[in-house]
Nanobody, 117 residues
């Protein structure tokens, strides 16, 4: 099994920054790509960003230029640097890991990000 634990969420003012971390443990060898999703009240869970083992990234249009995903394979950790935060970024953010066949391995417990004055 794989376990994912997120940290770094919190309350921030518009225009502020947060850095989310997701630490993986367990059957690390199964992990291929990792990503961040978010879900706001009344909305579907959506992909925010993802990154391959080799470092190729993909972002939702809504966060391009503001968010940066990265990973440290040696530490089994993926990060999401969020800059220029907007109220519409408010959501629970979830870390995700998939195997080489793009099948879900695990989801994190979620960390709340609230952007408000």
């Amino acid at each position: 099994q794989v376990q994912l634990v997120e940290s770094g969420g919190g309350l921030v003012q518009p225009g502020g920054s947060l850095r989310l971390s997701c630490a993986a443990s367990g059957s690390i060898f199964r992990i291929n790509d990792m990503g961040w999703y978010r879900q706001a009240p009344g909305k579907q869970r959506e992909l925010v960003a993802r990154i391959t083992r080799g470092g190729t990234t993909n972002y939702a249009d809504s966060v391009k230029g503001r968010f940066t995903i990265s990973r440290d394979n040696a530490k089994n950790t993926v990060y999401l640097q969020m800059d220029g935060l907007k109220p519409e970024d408010t959501a629970v953010y979830y870390c995700n890991a998939v195997d080489g066949a793009w099948e879900d391995i695990a989801w994190g417990q979620g960390t709340q990000v609230t952007v408000s004055s």
